[in-house]
């Protein structure tokens, strides 16, 4: 088979850019590591992964233990795919590199396809790459222990399949983004935002008059569809979590949104009555919105000036050229993508909460990374006959090759700089962290708490680390919790007591590491309680005690 120039060229530059992401990942890496060369994690979410990847993969039980399995809530997907790490690794932990290696060198490879897609220039393409892999989240979200690096995977794929289909048939929304996103969902329902922000795109798009352009009522129906699919893929979740949470409460349903921090409840339309359930819903959509804005913004502008220059140029340029051209009529999903994402997330806000909204932001990274690029690659273009009326000794191809290498160059350095800083900043919370979890480790062996049971707000490393027994305050892995939260989501310390207490053995220690009023009463210190240092309250807040003889 004889292979043209241009397809070397393709080939080549995948394999440079994965040897350039490798050998970042080498160098991150180490700050992973405690001083003892110890693989660790700095968010109690990772922990949470491996433990039921880990229970997963030795009993075939969706749990923290044999004897426990858990509702699928959240990162299911991710722990499946841990679990499934096993066959060549022993340790979940390298697993868990491996795949947010892999998925990542996935990621770079769609965002090569999307970048060729927009602009098929060469030097784009190395661009975004570039920009790509030296951003600070890539590598860190790779080596994370969250599930960031599958999605950045599936959302990145569903865009391109979308504008792919829009580019050839002039309809967007196929059935594969549709599938992209129903496993996103399997993460967090959360993702399902992102299929509303393909499916505003191309009804905004349909609104435009321009020749073989869809009508407004086929988009609609496209996308009406799409959201059955994604329904049909969750429906396994759905049917899962109805028999766990109906087996707890002996037939009693249970909504699936209804869990502690959540702004409201699934059930405050019955409990709050009409007009109050509204009046709350819009004040929780309005705090939403500047969530989600918020970090939209911090995303976009908080990489340092340069980026965010190159980020407005390429963005006006793409709405211009969106606007005035109908073959790029595609390019208005760059537009609308940075505010659209925000916006339906707010929506949902009240009834998701915040805490998929990090992972969620980061997942659109690399969409907005190509805008940053294309700034940076047509910005010459656009002063081009300027600059050769002003300065005609220079060629049109010196003026570009200078401005691209001066342009490069900056990005590179900003990122660069950025990627120092994180990872430094990322070693100091680590060593903080692990220096907090071995007071509490040697709290738990002094006062042989071993087989005691833990109220507690993280309890991923405990179980990882001492296989403890918890009742996990944010719900996911003690469900029983629900019935103790009032209609707006919050706990009701007498209800969160007699769940507590119904539990055997009963909780006789409590360790908090978030200190402040979200839990209630559980720091009202009952008489069974007594704090081992008070003053400063130490991270974490650690209080033992005996189980009263009744409720």
């Not at 009963?506 to 309680?529: D, K, N, S």
Request: aromatic share 12%; proline share 6%; glycine share 8%.
């Amino acid at each position: 088979m004889n292979l043209t120039r241009w397809q070397v060229q393709r080939v080549a530059s995948w394999v440079g850019a994965m040897l350039v992401l490798l050998l970042l990942a080498i160098m991150v890496l180490p700050s992973h590591r405690t001083a003892t060369g110890e693989r660790e994690f700095l968010a109690d979410e990772a922990y949470r992964n491996l433990v039921v990847a880990q229970t997963l993969r030795q009993s075939s039980t969706y749990g923290i233990h044999a004897d426990h399995p858990i509702p699928m809530f959240n990162d299911t997907l991710w722990r499946g795919l841990l679990a499934a790490s096993h066959w060549l690794f022993d340790d979940l932990r390298v697993g868990v590199n491996a795949w947010g290696l892999v998925l990542t060198i996935i990621t770079l490879s769609l965002l090569m396809r999307l970048s060729r897609l927009v602009f098929p220039f060469p030097l784009f393409v190395y661009f975004v790459v570039g920009l790509f892999i030296l951003r600070p989240g890539t590598i860190a979200g790779a080596l994370s222990g969250l599930a960031t690096p599958l999605a950045l995977c599936l959302v990145t794929a569903a865009v391109v399949f979308h504008l792919e289909r829009l580019a050839v048939t002039g309809r967007g929304l196929p059935v594969r983004s549709a599938v992209c996103i129903g496993l996103a969902a399997w993460l967090r329902l959360e993702w399902i935002v992102v299929w509303l922000a393909l499916w505003l795109h191309v009804f905004i798009v349909a609104w435009i008059p321009a020749p073989q352009q869809p009508r407004a009522g086929a988009s609609f129906f496209r996308g009406l569809n799409g959201l059955l699919l994604i329904a049909l893929l969750l429906l396994p979740l759905f049917a899962y979590n109805a028999s766990h949470l109906q087996s707890i409460w002996a037939g009693q349903w249970i909504p699936w949104l209804r869990l502690p921090g959540i702004p409201m409840a699934a059930d405050a339309w019955a409990t709050l009555g009409a007009a109050t359930a509204l009046a709350e819903t819009v004040t929780h959509i309005q705090a939403g919105w500047r969530l989600g804005f918020a970090a939209m913004g911090n995303l976009l502008f908080g990489q340092g000036l340069f980026v965010a220059l190159f980020f407005t140029i390429g963005y006006v340029l793409l709405l211009i050229q969106g606007i005035r051209s109908r073959e790029d009529r595609g390019h208005l999903f760059f537009v609308l993508w940075p505010w659209s994402v925000p916006f339906f997330f707010g929506l949902l806000y009240p009834y998701v909460g915040v805490d998929g909204l990090e992972v969620l932001i980061q997942s659109v990274a690399p969409v907005l990374t190509l805008v940053v690029a294309f700034g940076a690659v047509r910005m010459p273009f656009v002063f081009a006959s300027s600059f050769s009326k002003r300065w005609p000794a220079y060629t049109s191809d010196q003026m570009f090759r200078y401005w691209w290498t001066g342009a490069g160059a900056i990005l590179v350095l900003a990122l660069m700089v950025g990627q120092w800083q994180q990872t430094r900043g990322y070693r100091a919370a680590l060593n903080t962290r692990m220096d907090e979890r071995q007071t509490l480790t040697q709290a738990i062996e002094e006062n042989g708490l071993m087989r005691d049971r833990f109220v507690t707000d993280e309890p991923g490393w405990l179980v990882w680390r001492h296989r403890a027994r918890v009742m996990d305050l944010q719900g996911e892995w003690t469900p029983q919790l629900i019935e103790a939260l009032d209609a707006t989501g919050a706990f009701e310390p007498d209800a969160l007591e007699r769940v507590a207490f119904r539990m055997q053995p009963p909780p006789t220690a409590v360790v908090l590491w978030r200190l402040g009023p979200e839990w209630g009463g559980i720091l009202q210190e009952p008489e069974w309680l007594t704090h081992l240092d008070t003053d400063p309250l130490p991270r974490p807040l650690i209080a033992i005690g005996e189980p009263p003889s009744e409720l």
